[in-house]
């Protein structure tokens, strides 16, 4: 089972924006064979799916709340996956989990945001937005 250890995460005020890694160690294959996923949760709410890049970084998906300020992207030769979080509004603090998997489940081409399709988690790191 790979290992996946976020980083990044704090205090930030509306508005502004955060860089979350994710990085991925003792895993079996390269980060290429690996649908990478973002997710949070919110207290008292339940995990939901914030983004994913499929292997190969072929497809990126977005849960429609987030469309437009974050952005998901990899380095491959680093096994990082990086979640890029402008405009942060309050509504997004919660805990933000990175999840990978090496069985990519597609609609239309595109990652699909299910944390049930997810195999390896990291820890968790927290991401509050407050003035």
């Known amino acids: 089972q790979p290992q996946l250890v976020e980083s990044g995460g704090g205090l930030v005020q509306p508005g502004g924006s955060l860089r979350l890694s994710c990085a991925i160690s003792?895993?079996?294959?390269?980060?290429?064979?690996?649908?990478v996923g973002w997710f949070r949760q919110a207290p008292g709410k339940e995990r939901e799916g914030v983004a994913c890049i499929g292997r190969f970084g072929r497809s990126t998906n977005y849960a429609d709340s987030v469309k437009g300020r974050f952005t998901i992207s990899r380095d491959v030769a680093k096994n990082t996956v990086y979640l890029q979080m402008n405009s942060l509004k309050s509504e997004d603090t919660a805990v933000y989990f990175c999840?990978?998997?090496?069985?990519?489940?597609?609609?239309?081409?595109?990652?699909?945001?299910?944390?049930?399709?997810?195999?390896?988690w990291g820890q968790g790191i927290q991401v509050t937005v407050s003035s």
């Open positions: 999840a990978a998997d090496p069985i990519e489940n597609t609609d239309q081409g595109v990652c699909v945001i299910r944390d049930v399709y997810f195999g390896s």
């Open positions: 003792r895993a079996q294959f390269t980060l290429d064979y690996y649908v």
